[in-house]
Antibody, heavy 124, light 110 residues
Framework: QVQLVESGGGVVQPGRSLRLSCAASGFTFSSYGMHWVRQAPGKGLEWVAVISYDGSNKYYADFVKGRFTISRDNSKDTLYLQMNSLRAEDTAVYYC?????????????????WGQGTLVTVSS | QSALTQPPSASGSPGQSVTISCTGTNSDVGGYNYVSWYQQHPGKAPKLMIYEVRKRPSGVPDRFSGSKSGNTASLTVSGLQAEDEADYYCSSYAGSNNYVFGTGTKVTVL
């Protein structure tokens, strides 16, 4: 069965960095685009970034451009999110989510599997 | 990219229907037939309920249906059941490989 397990969250001071990981299993990881989506406490979902199945294309929400970097290691079936210059408003549960469309260029079919999320708290 | 607009809450009695709207612009909802809907129970990860406006993933009951008119997409839950009580979010492709979620709607089964 498909499993996505995030890790790496925690408490970090403003301006510092953190790297999240998402270990995938139960499907051919290298065939699907992957997303990061976040949810601030008590708030709605917010799309953060997407990476293509082969890692050649990466796209970001405006509010993280230049600060966050999405990457993947298909040999390890693992997705990453490097977060730099963190701000208090980045405090959220971060989910990794699998794209539904195999070898998709654009994510047209939504995200069919999600991890349980990892909490990032940015506070001094 | 601004969040898509959803009503904060909706409710219905068991067996009734509830419809949730999701309003965007010509640059997202109105420009593409790539609207998805997610159900999220408290403390849980979102679950895909509808994709490409009206298509249901395998395993999603046919009580859930989607539609779109202009810049507004809608999710209808027919034959409401207690387990349908949850938060619902729409999502749309917004061009240039950007995506946007809705503000979320809390559905209460009375």
């Amino acid at each position: 069965q498909v499993q996505l397990v995030e890790s790496g969250g925690g408490v970090v001071q403003p301006g510092r960095s953190l790297r999240l990981s998402c270990a995938a299993s139960g499907f051919t990881f290298s065939s699907y685009g992957m997303h990061w989506v976040r949810q601030a406490p008590g708030k709605g979902l917010e799309w953060v970034a997407v990476i293509s199945y082969d890692g050649s294309n990466k796209y970001y929400a405006d509010f993280v451009k230049g600060r966050f970097t999405i990457s993947r290691d298909n040999s390890k079936d693992t997705l990453y999110l490097q977060m730099n210059s963190l701000r208090a408003e980045d405090t959220a549960v971060y989910y990794c989510a699998k794209d539904s469309l195999i070898f998709g260029v654009v994510s047209t079919r939504g995200n069919d599997y999600w991890g349980q999320g990892t909490l990032v708290t940015v506070s001094s | 990219q601004s969040a898509l607009t959803q009503p904060p809450s909706a409710s219905g009695s068991p067996g009734q229907s509830v419809t949730i709207s999701c309003t965007g612009t010509n640059s997202d909802v109105g420009g593409y037939n790539y609207v998805s809907w997610y159900q999220q129970h408290p403390g849980k990860a979102p679950k895909l309920m509808i994709y490409e406006v009206r298509k249901r993933p395998s395993g999603v009951p046919d009580r859930f249906s989607g539609s779109k008119s202009g810049n507004t997409a809608s999710l209808t839950v027919s034959g409401l059941q207690a387990e349908d009580e949850a938060d619902y979010y729409c999502s749309s492709y917004a061009g240039s490989n950007n995506y946007v979620f809705g503000t979320g709607t809390k559905v209460t089964v009375l």
